[in-house]
């Protein structure tokens, strides 16, 4: 398997199976701002300002399949902010039901960082709903656990959770 970017026209041929990632993350409990169950005209709407991102190229996404289709994505988002051009915010890192606990997720974390760097970008911030196993993946990556916030997203069962910030360091080297 080969993680690739999508580019803002490979979009459309790969938009259902993105859906469909999208959905079983959310309706297996992925904390990535959706709750469950997601429509699809959700997800496609979704995905649909993805692309104008990825057009605007403040978005970078890479993408893995198997031989069914979309198995895990993450997204990079660039700030375009002249004091911010040396950073970046890993978003929405999505691993298919079928294909978890294989170190997909920490593949899709390395080839994110690596794609941060080519692009000049030496720090990655992000966060997770605290407790989810996002929270040590990012931890036994090397990432730094800044601080929560208590009561930050509403979970599937109507539940206010915390979430997690953290950050690393890249080195151009």
């Known amino acids: 398997m080969q993680i690739c970017v999508v580019s803002w026209v490979e979009m459309a041929p ?14 297996s409990g992925a904390s990535v701002g959706f709750l469950p169950p997601i ?32 198995i895990g994505s993450v997204q990079l988002e660039l700030t375009k902010k002249p004091n911010a051009r040396h950073r970046a915010e890993v978003k929405k890192l999505l691993v298919h039901r ?16 690596a794609q941060s760097v080519a692009l000049g970008r030496t720090l990655i911030v992000l966060d997770t709903r605290k407790g989810d196993a996002a929270e040590q993946l990012y931890l036994s990556m090397g990432y730094t656990r800044v601080g929560e916030i208590p009561h930050y997203a509403r979970s599937a069962n109507g539940d206010l959770t915390s979430t997690v910030f953290f950050y690393r360091e890249l080195s151009g080297d």
């Open 39 to 70: 429509s699809r005209e959700d997800a496609a709407e979704y995905w649909h300002s993805v692309e104008k991102e990825l057009r605007a190229r403040s978005l970078v996404l890479l993408a893995v399949k198997d031989e069914e289709g979309i």
């Open 14 to 27: 790969l938009r259902e199976e993105l859906i469909e990632l999208l959905q079983d993350a959310v309706d």
């Open 98 to 113: 079928r294909a978890r606990r294989k170190g997909l997720g920490r593949a899709l974390m390395k080839a994110v960082e």
